[in-house]
Structures are given as structure tokens and as C-alpha cells.
């Protein structure tokens, strides 16, 4: 009986995986079943959080050193291209300045990710449009550096908190 089951499952996961590759490219299925950087940063120097024309909500995370992104790191409760597109960004954003970082677009992940289909576009948007937010929130921060002191809590308080709720 256990062995049936196993069988079947293992059909199913095969046929899955099948019907995945007609749609989505090689790497888009890679980043969405192998996320890179996925979960939150604590005290991150740039925080940004975006909810989609969709309703799907991404945020990202950054640690910056000096003008050099040196950890970048996402949450979406969205779709899987999300998920693939938020794991490419922040994969792009790593290890790049920020003015690099600024000039991500929603063209540059689709092209690293080989394409999404028509109906999936605006997840990259959402993952282009959150670090975009991210970095906008670090140059904030750079600017007026006093807000740090109360802005990790403001953080705290948007996800990590309603979920324990
Ligand atoms: Fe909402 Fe993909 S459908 S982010």
C-alpha cells in the first residue's frame, strides 16, 4: 500500500514538473523551487514591502557596507514567478553598488530568469518595484540617520508581528 502510494506520488511530482516545464524556463523553476536569500535580514539598513496590483505582498531586505550591498534578502506570500523573481533580484542586487542596484528592472530579471509567460510580467514588476522601495528606504535612512533608532521597530511591527497574532 505504502509503496502504491509512493508510486503515485512520485507520478504526480513527474507530471507536475512536466506541466511546469511547457510553461516556465529552466531557471524561473530552479529559483522558484530553490529560492536564493529568501527571509527576512534583522536590522536591515534598507527595507522595503510592496503590495502588487495582485494583492501578493513581497518584501525585501538590505545590508549595506560602505556603497556595497552586501546581503540582500526577500519574503512573499505571492505566486511562484514571484518567488523566483524576488530570489533573482536580490541574487542581482548582492555584491552590487547600490547606484547598480537602483538601475534594476523589471526587463533585467525577466531576461535573467529566460522569460516569463504574459500573465506572470507583473511579478517581476513587484520584485523590481519592492527593491527599488528597499533602496529609496536605505538612501532615506543615509539622509536622516536618527529615524534608524525607532525604524527596526516599525519593521517589526508590519509582518513578524500579525503573524503571531
Ligand atoms: Fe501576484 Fe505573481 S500573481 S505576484
Redesign the pocket.
Known amino acids: 500500500m505504502a509503496e502504491e502510494f509512493d508510486q503515485s506520488f512520485k507520478e504526480l511530482e513527474q507530471t507536475v514538473m512536466k506541466d511546469m516545464e511547457q510553461i516556465y524556463s529552466e531557471k524561473t523553476i530552479d529559483h522558484f523551487l530553490n529560492p536564493r536569500n529568501l527571509g527576512q535580514i534583522p536590522a536591515p539598513d534598507g527595507f522595503g514591502r510592496i503590495v502588487?496590483g495582485?494583492g501578493?505582498t513581497m518584501e525585501i531586505y538590505l545590508k549595506v557596507r560602505g556603497d556595497s550591498i552586501t546581503n540582500a534578502s526577500f519574503w512573499t506570500d505571492?505566486?511562484g514567478?514571484?518567488i523566483a523573481s524576488g530570489s533573482m533580484v536580490t541574487e542581482m542586487a548582492k555584491g552590487n553598488s547600490v547606484r547598480e542596484a537602483q538601475k534594476i528592472t523589471q526587463q533585467d530579471i525577466l531576461d535573467a530568469l529566460g522569460g516569463l509567460p504574459e500573465e506572470?510580467l507583473?511579478?517581476a514588476l513587484?520584485a523590481a518595484d519592492t527593491l527599488t522601495e528597499a533602496i529609496k528606504d536605505y538612501l532615506g535612512l543615509k539622509k536622516e540617520p536618527w529615524k534608524r533608532a525607532y525604524k527596526g521597530r516599525q519593521d517589526c511591527t508590519r509582518r513578524q508581528c500579525d503573524s503571531k497574532t
Open positions: 502588487g495582485c501578493d505571492g505566486c514567478p514571484s506572470s507583473h511579478c513587484l
